[in-house]
């Protein structure tokens, strides 16, 4: 793109060669290399069929201009004497509408100049200038620190609240059972994000545009599904608490491998099937391509989650007003349902009314904002969920503080033994 720009701005046409076109897009700016790629593949297609006609037997064609690729358009084989005239490039959000048409000659030199030339006949739209890119790039190493920053603060509150909820047997449950799968999720959506960093941008020499190995595919199959496992464990802990809410006196033991076919099945199985189809029908660059109609085998899933989450929102609210003011209700279950329902009513709304909004837009529209939200903010939601249901749980104080006292009981009578002992001895 920068050569295709700095032909545009020079006085003379440099042709900026493309390697063939083998992938699609995968960001905006790839397009416009994409449609190079392509209208240089047919140029070429049409020069090589040209080659082999003059080689072969026959009567000799007239003499003219062959057909030739300039870097920004293929101008088809003419005569001598005669001239032709082709429109601007067709790119949106790149060139300005215009009418005007750019016309070569075929001389007995060759092909003239092109008149107008590209960067009179095609005006650019405003593309910013190097004080704007290097903020831009500023910008992007600003938020990759602070969403590297985010992750690893999750990353590291993440271990420590399994370790608590695994180590104490008082805390082990069905409940923080599901919490543990939970915090898993975010585990390895964080994962997902620096093996996805280190596979895509660790070499600045790769052309991202073209970049389609099996590495980078498998990365982003992998971020996919930690995203989708991510969306639907947080369903499961809405399902539970409703199921808590609804069946009081049922054993919560029986549905605890449903909730994991939920949580763990289901995104597998969608990504499975997100894999097999664009092996099957659109097996182009890295998979990251989120202008593709395919990518809505992730993302309905995704807002299918979501609705039924938000669904369970308003009912559990609705149960659980009711069962505040029921008198039959002990002061004790009252806690425990509204401690768990805090946490649960807090994060429903706060994963998905982002995610949602965002849905609704092209994905070229509220990028920057689409950027901080599901980078920065979304890189310390791991961090909210454990503070809610580890560091801040009640419980889980009262077994700290408990265990806490316990081992400086066990510290003094140690020491009072010692002392004893040498005061015997």
């Not at 008082?170 to 997902?192: D, M, P, V, W």
Request: glycine content about 4%.
């Amino acid at each position: 793109v920068p050569c295709l720009l700095r032909s545009f701005n020079a006085q003379h046409l440099t042709v900026c060669p493309l390697p063939p076109p083998k992938v699609r897009a995968t960001h905006p700016d790839c397009s416009i290399v994409l449609y190079f790629q392509k209208q240089e593949a047919e140029c070429l297609e049409i020069i090589r069929s040209e080659n082999q006609t003059a080689a072969s037997p026959g009567p000799p064609g007239q003499q003219g201009c062959l057909t030739e690729w300039d870097g920004v358009s293929c101008w088809s084989a003419v005569p001598f004497g005669q001239s032709q005239a082709v429109a601007c490039p067709d790119i949106l959000h790149i060139f300005k509408k215009s009418k005007a048409l750019i016309q070569r000659n075929c001389t007995e030199s060759g092909w003239s100049f092109p008149s107008p030339p590209y960067y009179n006949a095609c005006e650019l739209e405003a593309i910013g200038s190097n004080n704007d890119t290097e903020a831009k790039a500023s910008y992007f190493v600003t938020m990759k620190v602070l969403y590297t920053c985010g992750y690893s603060t999750s990353l590291a509150a993440l271990f420590l609240a399994i370790s608590i909820f695994s180590c104490f047997r008082k805390l082990h449950c069905t409940r923080n059972s599901i919490h543990i799968h939970f915090f898993t999720s975010f585990i390895l959506r964080g994962a997902s994000v620096f093996i996805k960093d280190a596979i895509l941008f660790s070499d600045d020499s790769v052309d991202h545009c073209t970049m389609s190995t099996v590495n980078c595919k498998a990365a982003i199959a992998f971020f996919q599904y930690s995203v989708l496992a991510n969306f639907y464990w947080l369903l499961v802990e809405g399902m539970y608490l409703q199921t808590l809410l609804l069946l009081t006196f049922t054993s919560e033991k029986r549905y605890i491998w449903w909730y994991i076919f939920i949580g763990w099945g289901v995104p597998l199985l969608t990504v499975c099937v997100w894999v097999v189809t664009r092996l099957q029908y659109d097996n182009h660059g890295c998979w990251d391509d989120y202008t593709s109609l395919y990518w809505w085998v992730i993302k309905a899933p995704i807002l299918l989650a979501i609705f039924v989450n938000f669904l369970i929102f308003l009912n559990v609210t609705r149960m659980l007003a009711q069962k505040i003011r029921s008198p039959d209700i002990s002061k004790n279950y009252k806690q425990q349902y509204m401690r768990l329902t805090k946490s649960t009513l807090l994060l429903i709304p706060l994963f998905g009314v982002h995610y949602v909004v965002f849905a609704l837009f092209p994905e070229h529209i509220g990028v920057d904002i689409r950027l901080y939200f599901e980078l920065v903010l979304g890189s310390y939601q791991g961090f909210l969920v454990a503070l809610l249901y580890c560091f801040l749980n009640g419980e889980v104080q009262a077994e700290i503080k408990r265990s806490w006292s316990k081992w400086q009981l066990s510290m003094e009578s140690n020491v009072f033994n010692l002392v004893t002992q040498d005061f015997t001895a």
